[in-house]
């Protein structure tokens, strides 16, 4: 297949990865907004910065306030992660890639684009949120299950599901990231327990609040919250699972192409880390920089499948 | 259903002493019996159905956001099959002609010894390509693909507007449009025995293949060359690759390597042997034409005349759509195949030459005048249509620069009804069939694109101007 399209691909399910994952941070903070009004304001801001675009919402706002953050992240223009840009960036990759597509999956990110772009036409008031965050969940499951269920499993499948995987797992990682002091033993000790509402809101973010629970019977704690999330193969949205599903892409791809890429024994690497990495030597040496140690690593992997793959020439 | 006839024009569908024409009498039978408000309905229904499927075009010169439809008219045009079996005969001998001209065009050059036509014609012509002469492509064929424009003014009355011998557009609409009426009407076509248009890209595909050139080794791998997601047509560039199973490519995609055309692919160059290039000859090869054209693969032109790849349609097939040659293609026909034109070419006046000229200046208002180098119903005069300010201005133009327009006289194009909330309401349509070519023979595909002028007594059915589509029909025997 054509470089171009194996990175219009691999992009085009980063976008759509993205703007799903942005609706899910949203569902969650407004949660906990809802939930304790007194310190929102921190909530909103831990948003902007786990999607990366604290700055870029600076330049447009003077103060944080829960519509400016909504509407930065769901519709401005001059927000590079807003969802409305990633549909568009989705859509206009689909197009690039066509050829490549099944009709239905053409279709299912055309007909996303058509209704996001409709339900995001105007500001979205707090009332209006939650349907609208549902609108997007479900737009994307429609792409996801057009995908699976339409879609031979060849390169074009393995490009896509790359894309979607690397975005994934650089999403959950900086959720955590941006909360890591959470789930510190430190903090944990001096109240005696977590913050309920605090965990909650990791857990809801990345759709496991419910999962959680029924592993855990009720029992909570920083530890197992934290093993959940990076080392729980289990649970789709896991830094172990993401790299499972890397592994099995790539190895797909070295086998049918015959031969082993700079990617491959990147991958392998990071795949491994997690296989074998305990929760206890995670905090041992620091969750904080075992998560952007993380980042950075599936970064550097994102960029080496660009390039051993020639998206770009 | 009632509608009113203008009388001046040939309604393809009803007669103007009532009555139904033959082809269009069971689908008749059939609109009698429908609710013209459920009619209605599928005509939103259609339209959605586009925009789902993601069938639109841009618009020049408007911002990247602007995709719009193209408008979609339920009522099909009908064509018989003895109307259809002339016609093709017609665009089948016009075809022949057209390549046999090109290939003496760019080698012996016998029509202009003959004294057929001018020299200077050829020689001073922009869309003549030096870089042509004496080289023969693959299989002899030049235009792979035509879209002849036809329109018909009365009973088994044909004339050829245009030969759209270059990269002709619109084909995808001509399948999308037959998909929309399957899917909204399926019981239309178990009453009436239509010809499917369904394997065109498969003949095309076929079609190309024929043509691969002498350095291909085992299947063909054939590529289609878009300048990008931004044009106009892009939509077709994607559907017709998707539809051949080919590469979608754009000139960045591609290199000369180890004297082939070679596309980059996740596993490193590899050789396209047949190119249906959607680009203009300009653009083709930046070494060659436009030195600042990003859209080209430099080099492409060495590895064409090397035999390492064809180009379809090939370069400088212009010279035969081109709007000066048109009035000669009588002649050309008649030399070339020694045959008497069985289509009708319109007639038309060189404004190049001064007698034709003081007659064009006469009857301005009566004309159309085209620019012999434009497309796409720009900077085109509708004489009859047009304000004493545009005729004043257009006056000045053809002062200016005679030899850059043609003129024709209005014709009476026939009309199809279309479906309006207050009716069906005639309206002026045209004809593009698609033709195939290859070493192996011509395939013209029964049916084609109808475009029609949506407005109320407009004669311009361009799409960027305002026009539509319909289904084409062409019945079986």
């Known amino acids: 297949m054509l470089g171009k399209t194996a990175g219009g691909l691999f992009w085009m399910f980063r976008y759509l990865e993205r703007s799903e994952n942005i609706a899910r941070l949203l569902e969650a903070g407004f949660r906990m907004a809802l939930t304790r009004a007194a310190s929102s304001d921190e909530e909103w801001a831990s948003l902007l910065t786990t999607s990366g675009v604290r700055n870029a919402f600076f330049e447009r706002h003077e103060e944080i306030t829960s519509a400016a953050v909504i509407d930065f992240l769901l519709r401005d223009k001059t927000n590079p992660s807003s969802v409305l840009n990633m549909m568009d960036a989705a859509r206009s990759n689909a197009r690039l890639v066509r050829t490549a597509l099944t009709r239905e999956v053409w279709e299912a990110v055309n007909e996303s684009w058509m209704a996001l772009n409709d ?85 809801r973010s990345v759709s496991a609040h419910r999962s959680y629970h029924w592993l855990n019977e009720g029992d909570v704690s920083a530890a197992s919250i934290a093993d959940f999330l990076i080392l729980d193969r289990r649970l789709p949205r896991s830094l172990a699972f993401c790299y499972a599903e890397i592994s099995s892409n790539l190895n797909y791809l070295e086998r049918e192409y015959g031969e082993e890429l700079a990617c491959h024994r990147q991958s392998r690497q990071i795949a491994e880390q997690l296989r074998s990495v305990r929760i206890e030597d995670v905090f041992a040496m620091g969750l904080h920089e075992f998560l952007e140690g993380f980042i950075r690593d599936n970064a550097a992997l994102g960029s080496q499948i660009e390039t051993d793959y020639r998206f770009y020439g | 259903m009632c509608m009113s006839t203008e009388a001046n024009f040939f309604n393809e569908m009803l007669q103007s002493q009532g009555g139904t024409r033959e082809p269009y009498q069971a689908y008749a039978q059939w609109l009698d019996g429908e609710d013209p408000k459920q009619l209605l309905k599928k005509l939103t229904e259609a339209e959605s159905f586009f925009r789902r499927t993601g069938i639109t075009f841009n618009v020049y010169g408007q911002s990247e956001a602007t995709e719009r439809l193209i408008p979609f008219d339920i009522i099909p045009r009908i064509i018989s099959a003895r109307e259809w079996s002339s016609l093709s005969r017609g665009i089948e001998q016009r075809v022949r002609a057209i390549n046999a001209f090109l290939h003496d065009i760019y080698h012996r050059q016998e029509i202009i010894r003959a004294g057929r036509i001018p020299a200077d ?119 017709l690759a998707d539809q051949m199973g080919a590469e979608l490519v754009e000139g960045h995609d591609l290199r000369v390597h180890e004297g082939r055309v070679a596309m980059r692919t996740t596993r490193g160059f590899k050789p396209i042997d047949v190119l249906y290039r959607r680009v ?147 309206r002026h349509v045209d004809l593009r069939p698609y033709v195939l070519v290859s070493g192996q023979g011509i395939h013209i595909v029964p049916g084609g694109l109808t475009r029609v002028a949506l407005k109320k007594g407009s004669l311009v059915v361009n799409s960027s101007q305002g026009g539509g589509t319909k289904d084409t029909w062409v019945l079986e025997d």
Request: net charge negative; charged share 20%; hydrophobic share 35%.
């Open chain 2, 280 to 426: 203009d000859d300009n653009y083709l090869d930046p070494l060659s034409f436009e030195p600042s054209s990003t859209l080209g693969i430099p080099g492409i032109m060495d590895v064409y005349r090397a035999g390492g790849i064809t180009i379809a349609n090939a370069p400088g097939t212009g010279i035969a759509d081109d709007k000066a040659i048109y009035s000669y293609i009588p002649d050309i026909v008649e030399f070339y195949t020694g045959e008497k034109p069985i289509l009708n070419n319109v007639p038309t006046y060189r404004c190049s030459e001064p007698d034709s000229l003081a007659f064009v200046l006469d009857h301005l208002d009566e004309l159309v005048v085209k620019e012999v180098h434009g497309s796409g119903g720009y900077g085109m005069l509708v004489g009859p249509a047009a304000s004493k300010r545009e005729l004043a201005k257009f006056r000045q133009k053809l002062k200016a620069r005679p030899g850059a327009y043609i003129a024709q006289p209005t014709l009476a194009l026939s009309t199809v009804p279309i479906m309006t909330k207050q009716g069906l309401a005639p």
């Open chain 2, 121 to 239: 014609l050829i020689a001073h012509n922009e869309a003549f390509e030096p870089r042509m002469i004496g080289f023969t492509p693959p299989g002899g064929v030049y235009t792979h693909i035509v879209g002849t424009d036809l329109v018909c003014t009365g009973e088994g009355e044909f004339y050829v507007l245009e030969d759209n011998a270059r990269t002709p557009s619109g084909v995808s609409y001509m399948l999308e449009n037959r998909e929309t009426m399957l899917q909204m009407f399926p019981e239309l076509f178990t009453r009436n025995r239509v010809r499917r248009v369904s394997d065109y890209p498969d003949r095309l595909r076929q079609s190309l293949s024929a043509c691969a050139p002498p350095a291909c080794e085992g299947k063909p791998v054939i590529a289609v060359l878009t300048p990008g997601i931004y044009n106009s047509a892009y939509y077709e560039h994607s559907y």
């Open chain 1, 119 to 203: 339900a995001l036409k105007h500001a979205v008031r707090e009332r209006e949120l939650p349907a609208v965050l549902g609108e997007i969940r479900r737009q994307s499951s429609l792409v996801r299950g057009t995908l699976h269920g339409t879609m031979l499993r060849n390169e074009v499948f393995d490009f896509s599901r790359l894309g979607t995987f690397v975005e994934r797992a650089d999403n959950t990682a900086r959720i955590l990231d941006v909360k890591y002091y959470v789930l510190l033993p430190s903090t944990a000790s001096v109240g005696g327990s977590l913050d309920n509402v605090q965990w909650e809101t990791i857990l």
